[in-house]
């Protein structure tokens, strides 16, 4: 059973940095591409990045493109979300999740494991 655990959030003032990072285990983590979500109240749950099993294709939001980094480090089973010049719509409960073999999908719909979250707040 792939288990996924988001850690690194907080409160954080616009235009801070703030890291995210989501561990996993119970599965082959070089195998599993990874991506990172995030979901405010009444909203649907929005892609924000993803990495692909390698690391060799990354994939952003629009939103975040040039202001958030993914990576992954294999050996740690560990995939990043460096999170730069942050704003109040950045706000969000932030998910990461996984799917064996994937190529980095933006859609949610692409992923079978998803972790509990963690909550950023950007104060304005």
């Known amino acids: 059973q792939v288990q996924l655990v988001e850690s690194g959030g907080g409160l954080v003032q616009t235009g801070g940095p703030l890291g995210l990072s989501c561990a996993a285990s119970?599965?082959?983590?070089?195998?599993?591409?990874l991506g990172w979500f995030r979901q405010t109240p009444g909203k649907e749950r929005e892609f924000v990045a993803a990495?692909?099993?390698?690391?060799?294709?990354?994939n952003y939001a629009a939103s975040v493109k040039d202001r958030f980094t993914i990576s992954r480090d294999n050996a740690k089973n560990t995939v990043y979300l460096q999170m730069n010049s942050l704003k109040p719509e950045d706000t969000a409960i932030y998910y990461c999740?996984?799917?064996?073999?994937?190529?980095?999908?933006?859609?949610?719909?692409?992923?079978?494991?998803w972790g509990q979250g963690t909550q950023v707040t950007v104060s304005s």
């Open positions: 999740a996984a799917v064996k073999y994937g190529l980095a999908s933006t859609s949610r719909q692409s992923y079978n494991y």
């Open positions: 119970g599965c082959a983590f070089s195998t599993y591409a």
């Open positions: 990495i692909n099993w390698s690391g060799q294709i990354t």
